[in-house]
């Protein structure tokens, strides 16, 4: 089993920044993905970013939706097992419900944003973005 515990959303206006952070604990080895989806109100889920988090492989590949490239960096911190997700240049439409899912598999191509692929969810922290 493993424990996800999400923190850092808030409300801010557009252009602002907010930093998540996903704390894993539990039976973290097998974890080779964490990825932070998001939820809006009427709109289906989100794959919004996924890192490599094993250690298999030397690196941490990281990849991201359309939507947020270049305004989103995901990122780790190993020592405390702790995936960020940074949000920088807000918009209203990326207020949402942001979860991290965390993932025991190898993906490929564009299966890190399926939520089907990942077995343990947090609980969710809300970002509101308001103009």
């Known amino acids: 089993q493993v424990q996800l515990m999400e923190s850092g959303g808030g409300s801010v206006q557009v252009g602002g920044s907010l930093r998540l952070s996903c704390v894993a604990s539990?039976?973290?080895?097998?974890?080779?993905?964490t990825a932070w989806f998001r939820h809006a109100p009427g709109k289906g889920r989100e794959g919004v970013a996924s890192?490599?988090?094993?250690?298999?492989?030397?690196?941490?590949?990281?990849y991201y939706s359309d939507s947020v490239k270049a305004r989103f960096t995901i990122s780790q911190d190993k020592a405390k097992n702790t995936v960020y997700l940074q949000l920088d240049s807000l918009k209203p439409e990326d207020t949402a419900m942001y979860y991290c899912?965390?993932?025991?598999?190898?993906?490929?191509?564009?299966?890190?944003?399926?939520?089907?692929?990942?077995?343990?969810w947090g609980q969710g922290t809300q970002v509101t973005v308001s103009s």
């Open positions: 890192i490599y988090v094993g250690t298999t492989v030397a690196g941490s590949s990281s």
């Open positions: 539990g039976d973290t080895a097998r974890t080779k993905y």
């Open positions: 899912a965390s993932s025991p598999t190898w993906l490929y191509g564009g299966s890190w944003a399926r939520a089907g692929e990942y077995n343990y």
